[in-house]
């Protein structure tokens, strides 16, 4: 390059029509005279110090591309993040969001609702407006209307809770969880909802109670089968799992005489009784069917006092005697070799 040539770059430089590359060689050319005088430089001196700039150029040259291409991604970087961030959003809301305690609420849309949520760590009792009381567990929320509807009594139950229903054939109970609604006329029983360990299910204590899958349970539609609604007596569980409704014995059963607090005359001190007698008395006493697939086992004879035990442990030590076994199935408990 020639003075004159380097002139007129020099007065496009300043006038700012030159081109990046050239705005670029005129930067580096400026930091290679220093301090030099522009016009004691030589033809050489401006081919040599041309050719250095040049090679400078080059090799930085990938760098400053590159960070032309991350300037250039970058929206498209920023658009990503967002749709991600966006997703992962709605994924969280749709997690945490409840349809069929959604549902509960729209359902009762002209009702007065109260939510209580038991933050002890004890059990409270709450009165409802139809004399039904609740007893919540600890961190348990149930949400109610403040004075129920003409035709039914609706409840929404997150956690465990035990109710003591006021019998009205005409306005029947309702408890709503989040996978089962629990139909009752006027009964006792627990109602448990499911956790990541244990699954939903409701106990009964006295009367009986149908349970049902809650069809709104989701928020999208889905072609699975609902489960077959089942009926529960005194001392029985169902068990929600998988669209499926079982149905077994409570862990600890009580006397029907205890639970409905009346009389009894039975009595637990048996003396040279036959077993099958003495089935038939716990049978009667539990309100659950106790039977052997064993005649000989019906025909021995047990003497023990079982009064101040559970059902378990008396069929414990019956069976002990007896070199037996006994398995619940379903709701029946059958004894055998």
């Given at each position: 390059m020639n003075q004159q040539l380097l002139n007129d770059l020099l007065s496009r430089y300043q006038t700012g029509r030159c081109t990046e590359a050239e705005m670029l060689w005129v930067d580096k050319w400026y930091h290679n005279l220093n301090h030099k005088n522009i016009t004691d430089l030589s033809s050489n001196e401006l081919e040599e110090m041309q050719d250095q700039i040049w090679l400078k150029i080059n090799q930085t040259k990938p760098v400053a591309e590159n960070k032309f291409k991350i300037r250039k991604m970058w929206p498209k970087f920023?658009?990503?993040a967002s749709v991600i961030i966006a997703f992962l959003l709605g994924g969280l809301y749709l997690l945490n969001y409840n349809a069929s305690e959604q549902s509960f609420i729209s359902d009762n849309g002209d009702l007065e609702l109260i939510s209580k949520t038991n933050e002890t760590?004890?059990?409270?009792t709450l009165s409802l407006s139809d004399n039904s009381t609740v007893m919540l567990k600890p961190k348990a929320n149930i949400l109610y209307p403040k004075v129920f509807a003409a035709k039914k009594?609706?409840?929404?139950?997150?956690?465990?809770?035990f109710f003591t229903v006021s019998k009205n054939a005409k306005r029947p109970f309702y408890v709503y969880n989040q996978n089962l609604v629990v139909r009752v006329l006027g009964t006792s029983f627990w109602v448990k909802s499911s956790t990541n360990v244990l699954p939903a299910q409701v106990a009964v204590r006295t009367g009986k109670v149908q349970v049902a899958e809650n069809k709104n349970s989701s928020l999208f539609s889905t072609d699975e089968k609902l489960a077959t609604p089942i009926l529960l007596t005194p001392n029985q569980k169902g068990i929600f799992s998988s669209h499926n409704l079982n149905k077994t014995l409570v862990s600890?059963?009580?006397?029907?005489?205890?639970?409905?607090?009346?009389?009894?005359?039975?009595?637990y001190n048996f003396k040279e009784e036959s077993v099958e007698k003495i089935f038939k008395t716990l049978t009667d006493a539990?309100?659950?069917?106790?039977?052997?697939?064993?005649e000989q086992i019906l025909q021995y004879t047990f003497t023990g006092d079982l009064s101040k035990k559970g059902l378990y442990e008396q069929l414990d030590l019956i069976c002990g005697t007896l070199s037996s076994k006994y398995t619940i199935q379903g709701t029946m408990i059958l004894v055998s070799k």
């Open positions: 920023a658009i990503a760590d004890s059990l409270i009594r609706m409840v929404y139950l997150k956690g465990a809770a600890k059963p009580i006397p029907l005489a205890e639970a409905y607090h009346v009389p009894s005359s039975l009595s539990y309100g659950i069917e106790i039977k052997s697939d064993d």
